[in-house]
């Protein structure tokens, strides 16, 4: 097997505009290390024409190894299958879009040197985007830290370098529903934060609306936390609750001939929230069974048409 120092692994999805100029200075900071390296491209089902220049790219640079995806799985699934081919005693996972610089790589590896096995890119400030992405974004963060039962690290994304022994622990960990930072903020070993200022996105569109973020957010907790299944249990108990304070006090209110809770309002309301608090708990524990059911289907995370052998 070649020994590679560095990998770097980055999906890819529709994204054509950028390619050139994110390899190009990806070389210019791997080359200054004077170290070997490899650069994995995962194409996740583009139809920009990213893959074909992924095919082209890997062909005139020895560096670039392709994994080209039979159809689009995703961005948990495309860096996921980025680790499973690479090499490198220290792997950074970051995406093309060149808001994460690739020159911060420098510093992720300095703090590697030093002993460090994982070491994540702290966000300290962000260009380029509109005050409800970062607001979402921050809330996002900010949520996941207090429910998860993993220290996931503030305003960090993806954007992090894996030292081998992390890699080939999370390799290992094969769930459909996948949350890599909290992962590998899961796995432990010694871990350090590097700040960094995140720039506009280079060109294109994003790959991660809201409606993605909020999926990614749903993995996060239903994979880190019991949260939403105590919080349906929180409503069982409070409603119950309630129920219990009404009976006498509706009791005592008809003996001494009130006719505060006459007519069927009060019913109509009881049983209003009664049903809005159980199908709340059925939708939760709904998601969790429903991802039970994913894992035990044992289908394969990624479905891939091309790949370097891992040589």
Known sequence: MTKITYSIVAPIYNEIEIIDEFCKRINAVMDATGETWELVLVSDGSTDGSTE??????AADEHIRPVIFARNFGHQIAVTAGLDYTRGEAVTIIDADLQDPPEVI?????????GYQVVYAVRSEREGESWFKKFTASLFYRIIYKITDVEIPLDTGDFRLLDRKVVDVMNSMREKHRFLRGMSSWIGYKQIG???KRAARFAGETKYPFKKMLQLALNAVTSFSYFPLQVASYFGFFSAGIAIIAIPVVAILRITGSHFFEGQTTTLIAVLFLG?????????????IGRLYDEAKGRPLYIVSEAPENG
């Open 276 to 288: 809005g608090v159980q199908l709340i708990s059925l939708g939760i524990l709904g998601e969790y």
């Open 106 to 114: 420098l510093d992720l590896i300095e703090k590697w040197k030093e």
């Open 53 to 58: 220049r992924i095919r082209e790219l890997a």
């Open 194 to 196: 590097v700040e960094y």
